[in-house]
């Protein structure tokens, strides 16, 4: 029994302990296959290497649907909690990137959902431990928590202007131009100020192509609002944790701007130069 147990611990140090040697080869040579699975699926949806190859291609999808259901099994097996596991998003994709292999014996077209599984290479942080990026992407998660709620009432501002636009358009130009209702109107409201322009609705009168030149630099000026608020607030969150300094005797990593002494210890945060 104790033997049983102790194989299983070791097993989940391989396999969801990215921090020692075996898992993290574990997780490399996973990443390969993951990436080699990916290489397949990318070549059989070639129609001229499917017509020749398609056989082949089969078998060594198959062979990676095995791997992936073999690592899924042993997850399930050495997890403390199997069922918190499965559920779990990285639980769902493992189980994701088995389904569509077994689903494309009976159904042909379900071997393209076998794309789900790029989403399995976000186990790449785990690999490579990206701890600079990771500490870059708090800063503009940060940044976004900042700046929600000034986004939140630029959305709206911009969502009121893309109604009045819209609905000006459409009494303006009407059915015959292709403005059939408020919402095509707003739809074509969207797509000038954002400046995509399709084309596939465009003004005949010349009222509405001054209404339309309007939206056009409208469009310009409010486009630099939403990535002036985000960058003023990753100034703010860069600024920020410049401002943190760790204590050299407890370290605590975190006190108030411009303090002398720690809040913990209550030794000095910075050396006297002699």
């Known amino acids: 029994m104790d033997s049983n147990k102790n194989w ?13 040697p075996a898992g993290r080869r574990f997780d490399s040579i996973l990443l390969l296959i993951i990436l080699a699975s990916l290489v397949i699926v990318v070549l059989d949806s070639i129609d001229s290497i499917h017509q020749n190859y398609a056989d082949i291609l089969a078998y060594i999808e198959w062979g990676f649907t095995v791997v992936f259901a073999i690592e899924y099994a042993l997850r399930l097996y050495c997890s403390p909690k199997p069922l918190r596991y499965a559920f779990s998003f990285y639980g769902l994709v493992d189980l994701l990137a ?3 292999g077994i689903l494309a014996l009976y159904y042909t077209d379900a071997q393209y959902l076998l794309i789900i599984r790029i989403i399995r290479m976000l186990r790449i942080f785990r690999v490579l431990k990206l701890s600079p990026y990771l500490k870059q992407a708090n800063y503009l998660m940060t940044a976004l928590q900042g700046s929600k709620q000034k986004i939140v009432v630029f959305l ?79 100034a703010n969150a860069m600024r920020g944790e410049q401002l943190q300094h760790d204590c050299p005797t407890c370290k605590k990593n975190s006190h108030e701007h411009g303090a002398a002494f720690c809040s913990r210890c209550g030794n000095a945060l910075f050396k006297k130069l002699e």
């Open 8 to 20: 299983r611990e070791d097993l989940y140090v391989i396999i969801f302990q990215s921090d020692t």
């Open 98 to 100: 088995i389904v569509p």
């Open 156 to 234: 709206l501002s911009v969502s009121t202007l893309v109604t009045v636009f819209g609905t000006l358009m459409y009494v303006i130009e009407g059915p015959e131009h292709g403005f059939t209702s408020i919402p095509k109107g707003i739809y074509w409201a969207i797509v000038t100020l954002t400046t995509v322009g399709f084309g596939d609705i465009v003004p005949k009168t010349p009222l509405g192509q001054v209404v339309s030149s309007l939206v056009m630099i409208t469009g310009y000026s409010i486009i630099a609002v939403p990535t002036g608020i985000f960058t003023a607030e990753l």
